[in-house]
């Protein structure tokens, strides 16, 4: 069979893997939701003395599906109690019973349709990126391949494998090839926007973990929970926990937390652990002080994450001292190594200078520590020997496939027996997942998102050489400090130096067309800002005027009534002194007090005023009127609304 035979015959059993999430939805176990498929298979073939290995290729042929003969049997041993087959000399016959005919296809063919308008939709996106896909074949082919590379199969023994085929690290994927890259994007864009074609891709994910449920060695017990296995994290992985390395991990790495206690693990870190994420985040406190500092950082997630949200080096100050009580708030108990006993740990010089790699400097804090933790573990098994993470006592678990191919690789050399004492935390998520997927509805979904966030990320040798050419630039004074500090710090620098497929290869020209198109981002921000505060400005303005009006308004409306009632007053004044002398002088009386002076004092007043200044009452009203509004204008801006 060729490669582009298997690949044509993996993308047409997606839709296999569908149904088996459709099937455990429905209320399956891990072993009847493979039920359906053998049914349909048997309503198909020839079952005139056929044995288990006819079965197990019509099956194949027809599904895509590979059982493992044990599995297959108990579904066949199933089938017969149900009387749908009989079982004579080990061969199965047809009985009266046996189905002929099947709905199976048809569901299949459905699915397939969705699956369709995924492809349709991801051949489109790869269009507007520049990149052309054949056909709907190939699109599916683009998404499975994506998912096969980052995603990691249940198996069982230390060669087997333990980890995502991909780079050394989840969180340091690249360089990713054109195709993986937009893949990676398009899975991102759907399942962030919850659309409906995410549901598809959820479904292809959890139905591949699902799948995975055959490689185990007793598939029945696959929902069993752990029986007080420890589960060590490694610092990385704790730093996700933390928030250190964006919300996406973050969300991910609490969801498996919360999983694993679900099922019956017990979270652990050790002490020397405790040590090495405060040594850590020490670096990043005087590193992010400066901007020399901050240019010579790893092109870490989570120097990323800390750049990017502007963390202070008293921020860091601040986590490195909350890391214990954080982390027992999310319900890990902090260990001392246990005692070391050598007839446990196997030959840890030579696991040091396997971990040491390249480098050679297996004296460095980093591999004294994953030393440490291994020969914890061990220590903690005491030589117990388990083909079952359910029962294998104590892991380590990390994010690091470079670090795990390195334990299991010399776990196996120095002759030791069962699991290996070191895991891959993404393995570890899907068995806790096949055991209470009810539990983590949304783990795999989340996973999946922070798998292509690290995979839009740039290398680390298209990092560094980046940030080498930025030095040379602010050398040669083309930029300044604070400019390769904003281009460190811009979450936009990723995606470009993605999109440009920068390399440690890449040239001059290549690497100063991203400087220029984080530059042209930044002034499109700053121009952006610049119009955005000027329109608040203006809004602002005339939010005043509008107030200042309303204000004066009512300020005027109130001097008006007070004006006029103090005419008024007077008025009613003149008129009553006059009517009441004319009374007084009408029955030939003497004028009274009250007459001369509610007439004769304001009207001598008003004369007077008249006479030095023009005074009359209706001026006087306007100007008292003017005048009062411009105080009560005034005592109304100055009192607290």
Not at 359 to 384: E, F, K, Y
Not at 509 to 528: G, H, I
């Amino acid at each position: 069979m060729t490669a582009d035979d298997i690949r044509t015959d993996a993308v047409r059993g997606l839709a296999t893997v569908a149904l088996l999430k459709a099937n455990f939805d429905s209320g399956r176990d891990h072993i009847s939701m493979f039920e359906p498929f053998v049914i349909d298979t048997l309503a198909t073939m020839d079952l005139d003395g056929a044995s288990v290995e006819d079965v197990q290729r019509a099956l194949r042929h027809r599904h895509r599906l590979s059982l493992p003969l044990n599995t297959l049997k108990t579904l066949l041993g199933r089938a017969k109690d149900r009387r749908l087959l009989r079982r004579d000399g080990g061969r199965y016959f047809r009985t009266a019973g046996t189905p002929t005919t099947s709905d199976l296809l048809e569901r299949c063919a459905t699915i397939e349709e969705r699956q369709r308008r995924l492809a349709e939709a991801l051949i489109d996106k790869a269009r507007q990126l520049g990149l052309g896909v054949a056909s709907v074949e190939d699109a599916l082919a683009m998404i499975l391949s994506f998912l096969e590379r980052f995603h990691v199969a249940l198996a069982l023994d230390a060669q087997s494998r333990l980890r995502p085929v991909m780079g050394d690290d989840l969180d340091s994927t690249g360089p990713l090839d054109a195709q993986s890259s937009i893949t990676a994007r398009f899975i991102y864009d759907e399942l962030v926007a919850a659309s409906p074609l995410s549901e598809i891709i959820e479904e292809m994910l959890e139905g591949f973990v699902l799948q995975n449920a055959l490689l185990l060695k007793d598939i029945s017990l696959a929902g069993r929970r752990f029986q007080g296995l420890h589960v060590f994290f490694d610092s990385r992985l704790l730093f996700r926990a933390l928030g250190h390395n964006g919300p996406a991990a973050e969300r991910a790495t609490l969801e498996l937390i919360a999983l694993l206690r679900d099922t019956g693990a017990i979270l652990n870190l050790f002490t020397t652990t405790v040590r090495e994420m405060r040594a850590i985040l020490s670096v990043y406190e005087d590193k992010l002080a400066t901007a020399k500092g901050r240019a010579e950082l790893y092109a870490t997630p989570m120097t990323r994450h800390f750049l990017t949200t502007g963390q202070s080096p008293s921020d860091i100050r601040v986590q490195a001292s909350l890391i214990e009580r954080r982390l027992a708030s999310l319900g890990f108990n902090v260990r001392d190594l246990p005692a070391h006993e050598a007839r446990f740990t196997l030959d840890e010089a030579k696991l040091a200078k396997s971990l040491a790699g390249s480098s050679g400097n297996d004296h460095s804090q980093r591999v004294i520590h994953d030393v440490d933790c291994v020969a914890g573990v061990l220590t903690w098994r005491r030589g117990m020997v388990s083909e079952s993470w359910d029962t294998a006592r104590a892991v380590f678990v990390t994010t690091s496939g470079e670090t795990i191919d390195s334990v299991a690789q010399w776990y196996q050399d120095e002759g030791g027996q069962g699991l290996p004492p070191i895991v891959h935390h993404l393995y570890l998520s899907n068995l806790a997942w096949l055991k209470k997927p009810a539990s983590a509805a949304k783990l795999k979904v989340n996973e999946l998102i922070a798998v292509c966030v690290a995979a839009l990320r740039p290398s680390k040798p298209a990092w560094k050489a980046f940030v080498a050419h930025l030095r040379k630039l602010e050398a040669s004074g083309i930029l300044v400090s604070d400019e390769v500090t904003a281009i460190l710090a811009s979450g936009l620098t990723d995606r470009i130096l993605v999109d440009a497929e920068v390399d440690e290869d890449s040239d001059a020209d290549s690497l100063n067309e991203v400087v220029e198109r984080v530059k042209e981002t930044y002034r499109q921000e700053a121009t952006v800002e610049v119009n955005a505060a000027k329109q608040a400005a203006l809004e602002h303005q005339a939010e005043a005027a509008r107030l200042r009006t309303q204000l004066r308004s009512r300020a005027h409306s109130v001097a008006r009534v007070v004006s006029w009632s103090l005419a008024l007053v007077l008025g009613a004044s003149f008129i009553a002194g006059t009517v009441l002398s004319v009374v007084s002088g009408a029955t030939s009386s003497s004028p009274d007090l009250w007459a001369i002076l509610l007439a004769a004092v304001p009207l001598a007043i008003a004369a007077l005023l008249g006479v030095l200044w023009g005074f009359n009452l209706k001026s006087w009203r306007v100007t008292l009127e003017l005048r009062l509004s411009d105080v009560i204008a005034s005592w109304l801006q100055t009192t607290p609304q």
